[in-house]
């Protein structure tokens, strides 16, 4: 589940361009298209950082789910280890 939202975020991320190649018709002047790169720029930026702090927080909640299960499955065995030493004194 993890990775493949993992993979997703960052396929996702892939798409963004700095810079947009304007492939429609409309032609700009370069002030208008220096303007609208600045723009672009800006918002590419925002939107990589928000895919970052996804990602992390993915990451983050991938570990926080092992490291409980690892807790857990730690807990029971040593549970279970006391139960054999009451059961079978040695």
């Known amino acids: 589940m993890?990775?493949?939202?993992h993979r997703t975020y960052?396929?996702?991320?892939?798409?963004?361009?700095?810079?947009?190649?304007?492939?429609n018709t409309e032609t700009k002047d370069l002030a208008t298209f220096t303007e609208d790169q600045k723009e672009r720029r800006k918002v590419v930026a925002e939107d990589i950082v928000r895919?970052?702090?996804?990602?992390?927080?993915?990451?983050?909640?991938?570990?926080?789910k092992v490291v409980g299960e690892l807790r857990e499955r730690?807990?029971?065995?040593?549970?279970?280890?006391?139960?054999?030493?009451?059961?079978n004194p040695i």
């Open 2 to 5: 993890h990775l493949g939202k």
């Open 10 to 23: 960052m396929l996702e991320m892939e798409q963004l361009r700095f810079v947009d190649p304007c492939r």
């Open 51 to 64: 895919f970052s702090e996804r990602s992390r927080d993915n990451v983050f909640e991938c570990i926080a």
């Open 74 to 87: 730690i807990i029971s065995e040593i549970a279970l280890d006391e139960e054999r030493k009451k059961n």
